[in-house]
């Protein structure tokens, strides 16, 4: 797919960031976004377009959220016009309308920085605004490889952003921010020595805290959330 005389790199990006593409590809695209700029460019664009449409999720009674999702998938793709561009099209043609309904509903959505976690989570893409300030935890002794690290906006709150896949290809994401984070609707306190609180929303699993960092970690299978938290407990501290 990614070969010298088949490399099309909105092709590619576009495949990559529906998930469309196939787990063995998925692996060596990632591994190929880290040397190609056009490639990491288009993957950027898409991630941007796509996460704008998944975050209305948070704010959008259910009815307009299926149809938005309704009106991106039957989008039509005009031969002359690039496929990133009809989708982005497809996108603001209908979020225009997804803010009236969003009024409806503001009480009960999350705190902008966690619905914008929350929508990086679901589509497994980062809105990049450059490299990560801080490095990545290794997390490999639990299982966890690094896929992609970023600094990020989560609605006003700037994060450094770690996506990490298990063996098995599941992604769990890890920000953390010098500022805490909000809490979640329908959180749940930690226990007393831990200063922080656990959420599920949209069937996914959600644990903030504060040791050693101001953290967020966001996966559907909560044993990958514990083997991060795991895995930030143990790691050795800088000299």
């Not at 982005?88 to 959505?109: D, E, M, T, Y």
């Not at 690290?149 to 990490?164: H, K, N, P, W």
Request: hydrophobic share 40%; aromatic share 4%.
């Amino acid at each position: 797919m990614i070969g010298r005389r088949t490399h099309d790199p909105e092709r590619d990006a576009a495949l990559y960031v529906s998930g469309e593409m196939r787990p063995a590809e998925r692996g060596r695209f990632e591994a190929h976004l880290l040397g190609c700029d056009d490639c990491w460019r288009e993957v950027s664009l898409g991630r941007e377009g796509r996460g704008m449409a998944e975050a209305t999720r948070e704010i959008a009674p259910p009815g307009l959220r299926d149809d938005i999702r309704a009106a991106i998938s039957v989008a039509p793709v005009p031969r002359r016009l690039p496929r990133r561009l009809a989708l982005v099209a497809a996108v603001v043609s209908v979020l225009a309308v997804s803010f009236v309904g969003a009024a409806q509903v503001h009480s009960h959505q999350q705190p902008p920085p966690i619905a914008a976690a929350l929508a990086a989570a679901r589509t497994e893409t980062l809105a990049a605004r450059g490299p990560s300030e801080q490095p990545a935890p290794n997390l490999s002794s639990q299982g966890l490889q690094l896929v992609m690290g970023e600094r990020v906006d989560l609605a006003g709150l700037t994060s450094d952003a770690f996506m990490y896949r298990n063996t098995a290809g599941e992604a769990v994401l890890l920000f953390t921010s010098a500022t805490p984070f909000p809490v979640a609707r329908d959180a749940t306190p930690r226990a007393a020595s831990v200063n922080g609180w656990t959420a599920q929303s949209d069937g996914m699993t959600i644990v903030c805290g504060d040791r050693p960092m101001n953290y967020l970690v966001i996966a559907h299978d909560p044993s990958l959330v514990g083997l991060v938290e795991h895995g930030l407990i143990t790691q050795p501290t800088p000299s």
